[in-house]
């Protein structure tokens, strides 16, 4: 269940892999009619958000819970507790015990499931109508009484050891994934893998995990998201009655303030340098990185741009040159901007074709890094980036599903599920010299960290 989203939420990240000019009807009349969605909020008492947005085209509906706790909240002896926790939460609690949340929901035809990511966690069901009710009364019930029984919190253990082994210690692509994190977010927060270290997870225990789940799990900590077939003032009413008498946490301002304190999310590691993995790959693959921002600010929308301009889709500046050019040189490569809530990471990833030369490769990425900016940002590519991030937005309100959480990112992450509008003017008024600049500076002095994995490298 760890990051079964990538939560490169900004803008396109590698979603737009694949978008073409089809939707060009509807970008024109979202373009004229912009998008509003009619979203009733409400703050409880104890500080519960609560989104919902009616939709009664069929008789169903989707419920996300957004809890803002991931894995920069862990220390040293605790890592993996997150997401070690997001397993448990569906082992059952007080009145409804071991499997009774996932035998309603699929013996009503629903589906649930949990992501764990370095900033949040978040829960998710879809169900007909009628099960409204007993959801909430379920998801009230796991928020307070938890039960982390003995038994079970041992076989989960073992479930997420494998989860660890199959992602990182068995996967080339995981390994190089995480060496990439560990190596830009060095001594930060950022700079581990969600699901965690392996002696940790073996030794976690479950008087540790029941204070990580008293102070993150509470009220003032948590955003519920409803879209669907509901009344949105009658829901209210039942997660007033099931919710609102949960207590608030007791210094947990203060305390995530201080975790939050920007100072730990600087980077600290030196760029300018090669890592090599030795792997099972015949042919080099690799990550190079370069260094990110934080999510939300101008800079961010316009690196999201350049990500796409040079690195996503078949007719990006990078694929045209080193995939589908007469001398190819990669089997594939994209480009993305990992923006994470206090720091991020740019970067582009590659994989070598038989016979090509590493070595002569980081040269070439040198030379083009040095050049890109003006050979690749144009009116042109700085438009189709544009009608494609109105696809992203369209594509985004398509299902009940997909406006939960769309609407709880944006309240996550900006604390106001309205800022999509603001995106949308952001991104509009960027211009080509803007992107060329940030351009220039992310990627044309190149400062990074090659990270690469091959069969041919040696054992660190």
């Given amino acids: ?90 082992k059952g609690a007080k009145k409804y015990g071991p499997r009774q949340f996932d035998t309603f929901i699929e013996s009503n035809g629903g589906s649930t499931n949990a992501y764990t990511t370095f900033d949040n966690t978040v829960y998710y069901e879809s169900l007909p109508s009628h099960a409204i009710e007993k959801v909430v009364d379920m998801e009230a019930d796991r928020l307070q009484h938890l039960l982390l029984e003995k038994q079970s919190f041992e076989k989960e253990r073992q ?62 900590n948590a955003i ?28 947990l301002k203060e305390y995530k303030a201080k975790k939050d304190d920007p100072k730990r999310y600087e980077f600290k590691t030196k760029f300018n340098r090669s890592v090599r993995i030795k792997g099972q790959s015949k042919d080099p693959t690799f990550f190079a990185a370069y260094k990110g921002v934080p999510i939300g600010s101008r800079k961010a929308y316009a690196m999201d741009i350049l990500a796409s301009i040079i690195g996503q889709g078949e007719s990006s500046y990078l694929n045209q040159k080193w995939v589908k050019s007469n001398r190819p040189k990669l089997a594939g490569v994209y480009a993305a901007n990992y923006t ?26 040198s030379r083009t890094m040095r050049s890109i900016c003006k ?10 980036t544009k009608n494609k991030y109105l696809v ?10 997909d406006v939960a959480s769309f609407l709880g990112d944006l309240e996550f992450f900006y604390g106001d599920y309205k800022h999509y509008k603001k995106e949308l003017e952001i991104i509009n008024s960027i211009e080509v010299n803007e992107v060329q600049e940030v351009c220039k500076e992310v990627l044309s002095k190149n400062e990074r960290i090659f990270v690469s994995i091959w069969d041919k490298h040696p054992k660190r």
Avoid at 67 to 81: C, K, L, M, Q
Avoid at 375 to 384: A, C, F, G, P, V
Avoid at 392 to 401: D, E, M, R
């Fill in 375 to 384: 050979n690749s940002i144009s009116e042109r590519t700085l438009q189709k």
């Fill in 159 to 220: 479930v997420v050891l494998e989860e660890r082994k199959m992602r990182y210690e068995n996967s080339d692509r995981g390994k190089l994934y995480l060496s990439m994190m560990k190596e830009v977010f060095q001594g930060t927060p950022y700079g581990g893998s969600v699901i965690g270290d392996k002696k940790d997870v073996e030794n976690l225990n479950r008087d540790q995990m029941r204070e990580f789940f008293k102070r993150f799990y509470t009220p003032d």
């Fill in 340 to 365: 994470l809530k206090n720091n991020g990471v740019f970067y582009i990833w590659g994989k070598l074709l038989n016979k090509v030369s590493l070595r002569s490769f980081k040269k070439d990425l």
């Fill in 1 to 90: 269940m760890i990051q079964r989203k990538l939560k490169v939420f900004a803008m396109l990240g590698t979603l737009f892999f694949g978008a073409s000019c089809a939707h060009k009807e509807m970008d024109q009349s979202m373009a004229k009619d912009g998008l509003n969605l009619n979203v009733k909020k409400v703050v409880l008492d104890n500080g519960l958000r609560v989104l919902i947005y009616e939709n009664h085209k069929l008789p169903i509906f989707s419920y996300y819970t957004f809890f803002d706790v991931g894995g920069r909240y862990e220390e040293g002896g605790t890592t993996g507790a997150t997401h070690f926790l997001e397993h448990m939460m569906f």
């Fill in 224 to 251: 519920i998201v409803i879209a669907g077939d509901v009344d949105a003032d009658d829901t209210i009413k039942m997660i007033k009655d099931k919710f609102g008498d949960i207590k608030k946490s007791e210094g």
């Fill in 392 to 401: 992203y937005y369209y594509n985004n309100v398509q299902s009940n599903s």
